[in-house]
């Protein structure tokens, strides 16, 4: 072999330079010893965090809403499963294209889901929620679809559910997810994305207590973000259950009585303030609202020109018309304005300055007294007493019986109508009182508003000698996992300052509208009942029979009334939009109401409270 | 033929016990860490039973090499390079393609990856040329061989396999340095290194896939795209820092069982032992691959020719360049390129060319011992 390659002596040479490879190794060693030093020892719990991240979700566990029952203990509102779809976006590798997916999988608007993933507190680790109510279908073609969809989640939640469809629909309100704009109060805190709070109604007044507490559940996922394992770390808290003192056969009775007509029934027990029933027509299903409603959907209801979102028990405002002489004859006879048996002429009108005022009686009453005024519904007395009284001390006595206040029932949005007055009109019109606008007010008519509630709470206090309980619609709240229950007593909301004796004369009086007055048509065989009927006018000029009129322009007709007029347990004020007169439209409906009572409790007839003596309708208040 | 007939008594002695003994716990910390991350997978044939079946392949490469005389099978270095070549070219044209690499040739159920052994084949070629010409002048010494490595560098570069490229250079710089070379030379090549330095860079970073151009973009800046081109680097750091001292215990790494980690068994496959194992089990594997290429540089230092020597160096400069730029790429400190961690990564062609390359080093010290037979 020609040596012309490294020769052995070479070799020491070669062996030599090993140094530099070991010396060399040490060192690169050394540099990996320090660097992994550095990323476990030194700056470990900073990874260590990192990689709890990276595998834990925390899923938040939505708490079942508390049931609402009703005085019986009929089920008005409670819960069924249903699935949730949720999306955590820090596993989400391609966020176009899962919204793409999801739109077309979910039948959604892209930008609905877009919105849904960008609102929300808690970061990219936070799940948000995107839908929830999902079909069985949509729950498996997603399911199905799993590991195309990373960090996409679907939940089984409680959902609202109104067992009864519409009935008491205004009362119980509706659900909804809490909105961007909610999750910033401080109310809210405690909620996040996706978090389904009471809009509406109860739903909405007892929110705190029917809400409950969410948990928490803590998921380990895998990279895809799978679901591996799932450690419940707080369980989630049902709300409260709520008792309503409505009779659910009442509330459907009053809402059949109304039918297809625009109008509202309130019914509640005087002694107590329990509302028996409250019914607003149109009405909704609050199980459609409680949905997730697309925007034509929303749009159709909140633009329906019949507003069947308007709870007109408490929310409309209407002319109380002559059911407003019950307060007028209390005032009137406090104020010794007129005694029981001062007379007033009445030919058909009232003559004031060059204006005539019309009694709605063409050629008058003749000579009445403060019983055949309120028996008749005589205006020219009302006109006269009026005149006498001036507005002011009407103004106050109206308000003694609690209008152009809000009675405090549980629900939101309550408005309070207006009782007109000197002051009144100087702050809300910068102009003095006309002396002749009296003679309007004196009739229920002009500026003064009352809602259905008010006029049952005005009838309930006369019913009840006076004596005004404030209306109440939650009995008491039930801690599902305590058993405690705790009672709403009823509330005093004042005393009338009336004489025992002007109210027994205006009882009287009442009774026998119903008897020989305006009002037979609200004659029952079964209770004796006391009432006062009312029509509240909505355009100022009409002339002909009430059926030639576009039925937009025809009158609302009034009817309050309490039964037994003996021992009243029962307080009814009737309202139906465009219905004409309140002797024949309003009227019968109130009796119906009253018998479906009566029939239900026939006890309320010796004036012993519905369903029996019980604690709380036992507690007959003292001021 | 190529297996000695005669395996006398001095021949037994040469059969290192503290060798073998590294070898056997390195692999054994490679099946363990294997089978931790693959354990919950459900296939047919798991993945450690597999790696089993490498090793022991793996151990009968390895006899063979020891058993053989150097001195013959660095005579059949040439004719083994152009094979190599060819498969390299054949791999280009119809090899199995992973992760947009085409790396493998299939062979039945298997693949064989052709330029896993080209590293070893090339410390054979590089050995044997050394030994034999001149050592005289840099175009010997430097130029010719630098030829010599040129087109499987080339090859390999074009599939692209940036870590069996870049272990070609380390090899052929490792053996730059054993023959010695002359402090001009290496002005010049430093030179040179540094004018051609952006024409290469541009050629390679045209030559990469965009995977790859991302995966350096990655590192130069961390933040670039943490859930996407980052995502090995940053799973990597984090399973290997959350590991702490400790570790989170054999199967107890979330980063690697909930897959966050990919490749957890192969290129990987150190960031999961950390992250069960902690900086105390760190420190101990890195001990162990200290011990093995001590043992193998001692080995180097006591060849009984220069064809020995070149060949246990070489042997020796590649199992430290590719321990060092695994761990050194799982743990932040190099760019991601691909090179499987020797004993420990699951896989075929690697393993059983490790432990050839093991066999061939061993073959090494018998010789020393064994001056005529």
């Given at each position: 072999m020609a040596s012309i390659g490294f020769n052995d002596s070479d070799l020491l040479d070669l062996q030599r330079r090993l140094v530099i490879l070991r010396v060399g190794l040490l060192l690169v060693v050394a540099l990996l010893a320090l660097r992994l030093w550095h990323l476990q020892i030194r700056e470990g719990p900073y990874y260590r965090d990192l990689s709890e991240n990276n595998r834990t979700r925390s899923v938040v566990l939505e708490p079942a809403r508390g049931l609402i029952f009703d005085r019986n203990g009929v089920l008005l509102a409670n819960n069924v499963p249903s699935f949730a779809l949720y999306v955590t976006l820090e596993d989400v590798k391609d966020r176009p294209a899962l919204v793409a997916q999801l739109a077309s999988l979910l039948n959604l608007e892209p930008e609905v889901i877009q919105k849904k993933l960008s609102t929300g507190k808690g970061g990219k680790l936070q799940p948000r929620k995107v839908k929830d109510r999902l079909t069985l279908r949509e729950a498996t073609l997603i399911e199905s679809h799993r590991l195309d969809l990373p960090g996409v989640m679907i939940q089984v939640e409680s959902q609202r559910n109104y067992p009864g469809g519409p009935v008491a629909a205004h009362l119980l309100g509706y659900v909804g997810e809490v909105s961007a704009d909610q999750l910033e109060k401080a109310d809210f805190a405690d909620l996040h994305q996706g978090s389904v709070v009471g809009q509406y109604g109860v739903e909405k007044w007892f929110d705190r207590q029917v809400r409950g507490r969410a948990g928490q559940k803590s998921v380990e996922v895998d990279a895809l973000g799978h679901e591996k394992r799932a450690v419940v770390s707080d369980k989630p808290v049902a709300g409260d259950d709520l008792y309503l003192t409505i009779d659910a056969r009442l509330q459907k009775t009053a809402e059949d009585l109304l039918g297809e007509e625009s109008g509202a029934i309130v019914a509640l027990?005087?002694?107590?303030?329990?509302?028996?029933a409250m019914a607003s027509r149109p009405g909704f299903d609050p199980n459609m609202l409680s949905k997730e409603l697309t925007n034509k959907q929303w749009v159709e209801i909140v633009q329906n020109e019949r507003r069947p979102l308007n709870n007109r028990a408490t929310q409309g405002q209407y002319p109380p018309g002559s059911t407003f002489k019950v307060v007028m004859a209390a005032a009137a006879l406090e104020s010794n304005t007129?005694?029981?048996?001062t007379m007033v002429r009445c030919n058909g009108g009232y003559q004031f300055g060059n204006r005539l005022f019309h009694d709605w009686k063409q050629g008058g009453h003749g000579s009445v007294d403060m019983n055949e005024a309120l028996i008749h519904s005589c205006d020219v007395y009302f006109y006269t007493v009026g005149q006498r009284m001036g507005i002011d001390t009407i103004a106050e006595y109206a308000k003694q019986f609690g209008l152009g206040q809000e009675t405090g029932v549980e629900l939101p949005s309550e408005r309070v109508g207006i009782v007109p007055s000197t002051a009144w009109k100087q702050k809300a019109r910068n102009q003095p009182w006309y002396p002749g606008e009296t003679i309007s007010a004196a009739i229920g008519q002009g500026y003064v508003t009352v809602t259905p509630l008010q006029m049952a709470s005005v009838i309930g206090t006369v019913a009840n000698d006076g004596l005004s309980i404030k209306p109440r619609l939650v009995q008491a709240v039930m801690n599902r996992a305590t058993g405690e229950r705790a009672e709403f007593p009823p509330t005093v909301r004042g005393k009338v300052a009336v004489k025992p004796a002007t109210i027994a004369l205006i009882k009287e009086a009442l009774a026998d509208v119903v008897t020989k007055g305006t009002a037979t048509r609200a004659k029952s065989s079964l209770v004796t009942i006391g009432g006062k009927t009312g029509t509240a006018q909505t355009a100022a000029l009409r002339t002909g029979p009430e059926k030639d009129i576009p039925k937009k322009l025809r009158d609302h007709a009034w009817f309050v009334a309490f039964a037994?007029?003996?021992?009243?347990?029962i307080a009814v004020a009737v309202l139906a939009e465009h219905m004409g007169h309140g002797g024949s439209a309003a009227a019968p409906l109130a009796k119906d109401v009253i018998e479906a009572y009566v029939k239900a409790y026939p006890e309320v007839l010796n004036g012993v409270p519905a369903g029996g003596r019980t604690k709380s309708a036992d507690v007959r208040p003292k001021t | 033929m190529m297996i000695d007939r005669v395996i006398d008594s001095r021949g037994l002695d040469s059969f290192d016990l503290r060798f073998m003994g590294l070898i056997a716990v390195i692999l054994s910390v490679g099946v363990l860490s294997i089978y931790s991350v693959t354990h919950s997978q459900d296939t047919a044939f798991p993945f450690y039973l597999k790696q089993l079946v490498w090793i022991l392949l793996g151990t009968i490469a390895f006899l063979v090499m020891y058993l053989s005389d150097y001195h013959k099978i660095a005579r059949l270095a040439y004719p083994t390079y152009a094979v190599i070549l060819i498969m390299l070219a054949v791999v280009l044209v119809m090899g199995k393609s992973s992760r947009g690499a085409q790396r493998w040739i299939p062979i039945g159920p298997f693949a064989f990856q052709p330029s896993e052994f080209a590293k070893l084949v090339l410390v054979l070629v590089l050995a044997n040329y050394y030994s034999r010409v001149s050592r005289a002048g840099w175009l010997h010494r430097v130029v010719l061989p630098g030829l010599i490595v040129l087109p499987g560098l080339l090859l390999i570069l074009k599939q692209p396999d940036l870590g069996s490229g870049l272990s070609f250079l380390a090899v052929y710089a490792a053996m730059l340095l054993m023959v010695g070379v002359r402090s001009k030379t290496l002005g010049v090549i430093l030179l040179l290194s540094v004018m051609l330095f952006p024409f290469v860079w541009e050629m390679v970073w045209a030559s990469l896939h965009d995977y790859q151009r991302e995966r350096v973009m990655a590192f130069v800046d961390p933040d670039y795209d943490p859930g996407g081109k980052g995502y090995h680097a940053l799973q990597s750091r984090i399973a290997i820092g959350s590991g702490e001292l400790s570790g989170k215990g054999l199967y107890g790494g979330t980063q690697s069982q909930l897959k966050f980690l990919p490749e957890g068994h192969t290129d990987f496959v150190f960031a999961v032992y950390a992250e069960e194992w902690g900086f105390v089990g760190v420190l101990v594997l890195l001990a162990l691959f200290i011990a093995l290429i001590w043992v193998s540089l001692e080995i180097a230092a006591r060849a009984k020719d220069t064809l020995g020597a070149l060949l246990a160096a070489g042997i020796v400069a590649m199992l430290c360049f590719c321990v060092v730029v695994n761990i050194g790429m799982t743990a932040g400190m190099f760019p991601i390129v691909g090179i499987p961690l020797p004993l420990v990564s699951y896989g075929g062609s690697a393993t059983i060319m490790t432990m050839a390359s093991l066999g061939l080093l061993l073959n090494v010290k018998r010789r020393r011992l064994t001056l005529f037979y």
């Open positions: 027990d005087p002694t107590n303030g329990d509302i028996l007129v005694t029981p048996s037994p007029v003996e021992a009243p347990r | -």
